[in-house]
């Protein structure tokens, strides 16, 4: 098999998104719908926010998210590997929009098809957001610019994207997470910043990350 090439609109098709969800239990050896989904969303959303903002933090302009004008390579196994938007909006300003508009449709399908509910979905698209800006900006040398830009992004997006949320941690800034990846669900340690985790050992973990950056 090998890698597939399809429009953005395949994200938002039930009988496609079925798919998805089905490479994702077999990848994580769940056969819990729910947590196979939310997995997808996690991967598929540092993928899909990568490409969509990192431009914006390099030079300022903001790729147009429309699914009619995306490409998406879905890898061997499944997983959304790549996506390549096919233009440019005309202002930063219209991207939150515009962001919402592509994303609603993916989201409530994915939701309709694996069971998982919006909010939680939602969540992880603010983390994604947060982290691709701030890994972007970090790069650039000015991580402080990244948390500024990521939460102008997410509150300008609005409800029910909960707001993104940092702490700095020996003066670096991380993103310090609102949604859970279930991740633990399927065998696997939770992540460094999980929400879930006692406060206590969230932050040690979260410190013993910072110091890798």
Known sequence: MTERI???????????MERFVADSRARWSTSDNRVAGTLWWYSTSSVVFTSLLTRLAEIDLAADPALDRLRVHVGEDGRVVNVYPGGLLPDVSSLPGALRSALS???????????????PLWAITTDAIANALLRA?????SPAKGVEQASWLVAS???PLPPARFVEL???????????????????APCASCPHQDPAVRESRMLEASRLL
């Open 6 to 16: 399809l429009p953005g609109t395949a994200l938002a098709d039930p009988a496609e």
């Open 157 to 159: 997006m609005g409800s």
């Open 105 to 119: 449709p993916v989201l409530e399908t994915l939701s309709a098809v694996s069971g998982v509910r919006l909010p």
């Open 137 to 141: 900006w970090r790069e650039l040398g």
């Open 170 to 188: 020996e003066g670096k800034p991380l993103v310090r997470r609102v949604s859970c990846c279930l991740i633990d669900h399927a065998g696997f």
